[in-house]
């Protein structure tokens, strides 16, 4: 039977990440995966989880199952820290997922379970595993316009103009800060003319939200999905906590689904529930322990709040930097969108052929849609970035 099965596409960024580890050139420069590297190259458990990490094993005394939806105490810390007051705590329900990425796999299941004929809208280019996710799970998509390749910014105009196709019952995947992969975001006053659209078409929408932090800072990178969620009927929040906690491998993440009426939580509660049992039953918990024992004890959560501040001003400085160093060696100001960009990415908008030659004659990975990891590089290492990018005609 299993001769049956069929190859499937391998995932271009692990395998990047796989050719990285095989290159023998100790000169080589990792700028593929999205993952926070500090100026050693290493990914830091951060202190306040370390800490959290020794409390638990001091005082945890089962490891007996939770819930199906997860702690509750999770759900309520990470409303918290994602909503704030935005909308009211009552009209909020919430399951813990493996991830952030089995918080999108579980709302594009219930949306396609509550319309059948749904279409997800997604923005041209996406983080790839959303559109891995929903072939696999049949959901048609439509792309609406978003990376302008001229300015390396946001084609807002054209994104407006193909959310206006939307149609009730449609969903809307919008990224709620540092889009990956092209680091252009919306403003606020932009984000409030696609809430004008949503309402206007009633489509609902659907905010993934993987580097609250990284952006602007933690208040400010949640700003837009406060926004919308607090001015559309329904949405979908999908978050994760694989970079903001450094948590990845512990696969921490939380899908919300907000009605303003509140007459449907228990549906949604419900649902929510449902889909974890059928999918994995109990999600993991240790992630999300410590999470919870982070936000809710003040002394943590002010050690986390402020080296992830660090981190966020690390890779904005890191930008500053490759886009002076290009603007010197290039004469022109044309990499000025790289200090522009937001969160761990920025798409540089070259060719995969360009990519290729940076990587073959420089060492230098990057994703193949010019995509970069803003966090892979460090201060001796962007001066040999921009002096490649430079040399290789970019
Ligand atoms: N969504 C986006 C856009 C991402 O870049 C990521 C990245 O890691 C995720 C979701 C979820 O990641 P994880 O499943 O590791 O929490
Ligand atoms: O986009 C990235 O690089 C991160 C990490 O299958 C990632 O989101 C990459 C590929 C993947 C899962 C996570």
Redesign the pocket.
């Known amino acids: 039977m299993f001769s049956n099965l069929k190859e499937q596409p391998a995932?271009k960024?692990?395998a990047l990440m796989q050719l990285f580890k095989d290159d023998p050139r100790p000169t080589k420069i990792d700028l593929?995966?999205?993952?926070y590297k500090n100026a050693e190259g290493v990914t830091p458990v951060m202190r306040a989880v370390k800490a959290a990490e020794k409390q638990l094993w001091e005082q945890e005394t089962t490891k007996s199952y939770v819930a199906l939806a997860g702690d509750p105490d999770f759900a309520d810390a990470m409303i918290g820290l994602v909503l704030g007051d935005a909308v009211a705590r009552d009209t909020v329900s919430a399951a813990a997922t493996p991830g952030g990425?089995g918080a999108c796999r579980q709302a594009f299941e219930m949306v396609k379970m509550a319309n059948p004929d749904v279409r997800v809208f997604v923005s041209n280019p996406t983080?790839?595993?959303h559109l891995s996710i929903l072939k696999y799970l049949g959901i048609p998509t439509v792309e609406y316009r978003y990376f302008d390749a001229e300015s390396r910014g946001v084609d807002f105009e054209g994104m407006l103009a193909d959310l206006a196709d939307v149609k009730p019952g449609d969903v809307v995947l919008l990224h709620g800060c540092c889009h990956?992969?092209t680091g252009a975001n919306l403003n606020l006053t932009q984000w409030q003319a696609v809430v004008d659209v949503l309402l206007k078409t009633g489509g609902v929408p659907m905010i993934d939200i993987?580097y609250q932090g990284f952006g602007d800072g933690l208040e400010e990178d949640a700003a837009a999905t406060r926004l919308v969620a607090s001015s559309v009927p329904e949405c979908l929040i999908a978050a994760s906590c694989?970079?903001n906690f450094g948590v990845?491998r512990e696969r921490t993440g939380i899908l919300m689904a907000v009605a303003q009426d509140k007459g449907l939580k228990g549906l949604t509660q419900g649902t929510l529930n449902y889909l974890n049992r059928q999918n994995y039953s109990f999600p993991p918990d240790h992630g999300a322990r410590l999470v919870t024992m982070i936000l809710n004890d003040p002394a943590l959560r002010k050690e986390w709040a402020d080296e992830l501040e660090a981190v966020r001003l690390s890779m904005l400085g890191l930008r500053q930097q490759l886009a002076d160093e290009l603007q010197r060696l290039s004469g022109s100001d044309r990499f000025g969108f790289l200090s522009q960009h937001r969160g761990?990415?920025s798409r540089l908008g070259t060719t995969p052929d360009m990519v290729e030659r940076l990587r073959a004659e420089h060492g230098i990975y990057m994703?193949g849609d010019s995509?970069l990891?803003i966090a892979g590089l460090n201060a001796q290492t962007v001066p040999i970035l921009a002096k490649a990018i430079v040399d290789t005609g970019i």
């Open positions: 995932d960024i692990l593929g995966v999205g993952v990425t983080w790839p595993n990956n992969p993987a694989s970079k990845y761990m990415f994703v995509r990891n």
